[in-house]
């Protein structure tokens, strides 16, 4: 692995060349969609479902580029080529206005100690609400301060609670809770549709576990009306949550890293 | 005037130099704080003004930075100076992070058309909450999204309403609204707290004004129970809207406009 590279607009620089001219206007309001993916052994994990919603989220909040699906496409593979990337975590990065701009970058896989799936992680909740959860974009200021918070206090992941009291989803992942042997999420539209997500419920699916579209309240987490809590992303497949704003959930995590093995199985494959 | 300088964290470069690394994750979550401010005959109008306001802004959302308000105001004279600025917008930028980063550019005057001031322009409601209003952030997905749809209607500013149906304020401004005389504007914590808003509130003690701080609902509007509306910020002082969703609304807007000849006469007074 080289990574030293970057594309721009499918123009290869050098990685410290890949920069954002601060007097534009669309990188100053955050006008800017992106995706992050995984590379194993040089494959880019699930790269269509990355590709559409990254066209998903250009479409829910306007934002018109010139750039093909194909192109994207040919621009990660030539970035894994060229750095000779063999395990990675790539971004693309669209920023709209007059002159669309398209970076693809790669950063060391991340990658998170085994203990953390079997001993779980810490969690807390963080009141706020997303704007066009849907969508990934460069509005990430309620995201980055409830990580904050998190971390200041030793913990993984903050889960956002919404007006309602729901948890509906974390900084970086989805969120299920399993309650009387059902796995509780939010429904499609409240949340982020993770890719990762889609496979958590693929492999329920396998598993015999029914999946119920409703957020779990924060009241009934404290409470204790849920048995084990994971959340889902990209770069954790399933984690489970050992703690929630101090409330304790009890190892081994079962269920968690059966869902999670069925995930990564799947990496490969597409 | 030049204008192709910038200051970095106090270092002059380019202007064009002047970028964002996109691998920065502070950048890639908007973790940032900024300030626009009017140079007039070289002097940078209310200067000490938007620096407590960024400092808020930064402590609002926890953004540590090792400036100081003498070194910032140093590097904005700077600019000035070396680029021979006699009228400019000049806009700080403060991003966070283990190594924050301070970018000082300049760009020509924001002005606006004569015929603004004197017949109004149009605006358009918009429903969505600012997260963290107070603070001024590089959280703007929201502001332009409701911006870019005034704009296609061939409006000049988007009112963002709340869940209550209140209008709190523009995308870009601050919302005033006559009332039997009286000026309705949103109370102090539901909005940015405008340096021109100030202003304008002073404005109104000089002429007899009484300000009443309750947001107008956005179906009061409609229903033609306000009768002279206008938006303020740095570069409008305050402008005359003309039409509000179709509504219109009639000039001459002599109360606006007295308002506004006050604000600007103080520009050069700091």
Same mark, same amino acid.
């Given at each position: 692995?080289?990574?030293?590279?970057?594309?721009?607009?499918?123009?290869?620089?050098?990685?410290?060349?890949?920069?954002? &001219?601060?007097?534009?206007?669309?990188?100053?309001? *955050?006008?800017? !969609? #992106? /995706?992050?993916? $995984?590379?194993?052994? =040089?494959?880019?994990?699930?790269?269509?479902?990355?590709?559409?919603?990254?066209?998903?989220?250009?479409?829910?909040?306007?934002?018109?580029?010139?750039?093909?699906?194909?192109?994207?496409?040919?621009?990660?593979?030539?970035?894994?080529?060229?750095?000779?990337?063999?395990?990675?975590?790539?971004?693309?990065?669209?920023?709209?206005?007059?002159?669309?701009?398209?970076?693809?970058?790669?950063?060391?896989?991340?990658?998170? &100690?085994?203990?953390?799936?079997?001993?779980?992680? *810490?969690?807390? !909740? #963080? /009141?706020?609400? $997303?704007?066009?959860? =849907?969508?990934?974009?460069?509005?990430?200021?309620?995201?980055?301060?409830?990580?904050?918070?998190?971390?200041?206090?030793?913990?993984?992941?903050?889960?956002?609670?919404?007006?309602?009291?729901?948890?509906?989803?974390?900084?970086?992942?989805?969120?299920?809770?399993?309650?009387?042997?059902?796995?509780?999420?939010?429904?499609?539209?409240?949340?982020?549709?993770?890719?990762?997500?889609?496979?958590?419920?693929?492999?329920?699916?396998?598993?015999?576990?029914?999946?119920?579209?409703?957020?779990?309240?924060?009241?009934?987490?404290?409470?204790?009306?849920?048995?084990?809590?994971?959340?889902?992303?990209?770069?954790?497949?399933?984690?489970?949550?050992?703690?929630?704003?101090?409330?304790?959930?009890?190892?081994?995590?079962?269920?968690?890293?059966?869902?999670?093995?069925?995930?990564?199985?799947?990496?490969?494959?597409?």
């Amino acid at each position: 692995m080289v990574r030293e590279h970057a594309l721009y607009n499918g123009k290869l620089l050098l990685e410290k060349e890949a920069c954002l &001219p601060i007097t534009n206007r669309e990188v100053q309001f *955050g006008f800017s !969609t #992106y /995706e992050s993916l $995984r590379v194993i052994r =040089s494959h880019p994990v699930h790269l269509e479902d990355h590709l559409i919603r990254l066209e998903n989220s250009c479409r829910g909040i306007g934002l018109a580029h010139p750039f093909t699906q194909e192109e994207l496409k040919a621009w990660v593979y030539k970035l894994i080529k060229i750095d000779l990337l063999e395990e990675a975590s790539v971004r693309i990065l669209l920023v709209g206005g007059k002159e669309p701009m398209c970076f693809v970058t790669a950063s060391p896989l991340l990658t998170y &100690p085994e203990n953390y799936y079997t001993q779980g992680v *810490g969690a807390i !909740t #963080y /009141e706020g609400e $997303r704007l066009m959860p =849907s969508c990934k974009t460069g509005n990430l200021l309620l995201n980055y301060m409830a990580l904050e918070k998190a971390r200041s206090s030793g913990g993984f992941e903050a889960l956002l609670v919404d007006r309602k009291g729901q948890v509906l989803e974390g900084t970086r992942s989805n969120f299920f809770a399993f309650r009387d042997g059902k796995l509780y999420t939010a429904k499609d539209d409240e949340v982020l549709l993770g890719i990762t997500r889609e496979r958590i419920i693929q492999a329920t699916k396998i598993l015999g576990i029914e999946v119920v579209y409703e957020a779990p309240l924060a009241k009934d987490l404290h409470a204790g009306l849920y048995d084990e809590l994971f959340v889902s992303a990209t770069s954790m497949a399933a984690m489970p949550i050992s703690t929630l704003d101090g409330k304790t959930f009890k190892a081994p995590f079962e269920r968690t890293n059966a869902i999670k093995a069925l995930v990564r199985s799947w990496e490969l494959e597409d």
